[in-house]
């Protein structure tokens, strides 16, 4: 099989100032992408500018999607959805650090058996910026895997909105599902609000969900200025571990 990298940008839209957008000015773009049955496919989503998109993605059976997305667009509101057949598998990739404002949302149904999706969302804010972040996963068919993981680091007045919605349908037995959400807070002006939510119609299932929300430990970093690093170092050092594994996926 072969593997594929796809690069598409969405549009351009520069306003002379991002304060009181009219989200009707923005470049809006549909884009639908067909993965074919047993297809290995890197899609990466580069954008810039300010933007109203909507991406779907139709997986075939037995596909293999990894999906990256990095906007630098100071104004977004984007959607996109992925449906995915039997043993189809997708690893959505996300990190957002609009200027501005980012309205995020993914939805991915499991619609074939033995289907995965794996979902990692980075958020870095500072200063006055604004998230709104939903994951929604519809396990529509039998032994479906999701894993979804959201890490959040805001300083500044940045605030941001985190929903994570893992859904079973009725007749989907033997599903596993893991949620997790997690906030690292830098400074007390910064705000975080992490709703993780289930909802489960079939009971033969394994569901988890988790939201934490910290601040930097203050013996870790006592402990790493006992080793010899200045205050900011020690900070930084902390930062870095909690982004790591994010980082990593983008990589």
């Not at 999607?65 to 992925?82: C, D, G, I, Q, T």
């Not at 289907?115 to 939903?134: M, P």
Request: proline share 2%; net charge negative; charged share 30%.
């Amino acid at each position: 099989m072969a593997t594929k990298l796809l690069k598409y940008g969405i549009g351009i839209f520069m306003p002379e100032s991002p304060e009181g957008f009219d989200r009707a000015a923005l470049v809006a773009q549909t884009k639908t992408i067909d993965v074919p049955a047993g297809a290995v496919m890197r899609i990466v989503e580069d954008a810039e500018g300010d933007r109203d998109a909507e991406i779907r993605l139709e997986i075939g059976e037995g596909a293999r999607v990894v999906y990256v997305a990095k906007s630098v667009s100071s104004v977004e509101f984007v959607r996109r959805e992925a449906r995915l057949a039997k043993n189809a598998k997708l690893e959505w990739i996300d990190e957002c650090s609009a200027p501005a404002f980012s309205r995020a949302s993914f939805v991915t149904r499991l619609e074939g058996e033995g289907a995965e999706v794996e979902a990692t969302s980075l958020l870095r804010g500072a200063q006055q910026q604004r998230f709104d972040v939903k994951h929604e996963i519809i396990h529509a068919a039998s032994r479906t895997v999701s894993n979804l993981r959201v890490g959040s680091v805001l300083s500044g007045d940045a605030k941001a909105i985190v929903r994570g919605l893992v859904r079973v349908e009725k007749d989907a037995s033997g599903c596993v599902s893991r949620q997790k959400e997690e906030t690292l807070l830098l400074a007390d002006t910064a705000e975080i609000d992490a709703v993780p939510m289930l909802e489960i119609e079939n009971q033969d299932v394994r569901c988890s969900h988790a939201a934490t929300v910290g601040r930097i430990d203050a013996e870790k970093k006592f402990y790493l200025m006992s080793r010899g690093l200045d205050e900011a170092s020690a900070e930084a050092m902390l930062i870095e571990a909690f982004v790591e594994p994010y980082l990593a996926k983008l990589s």
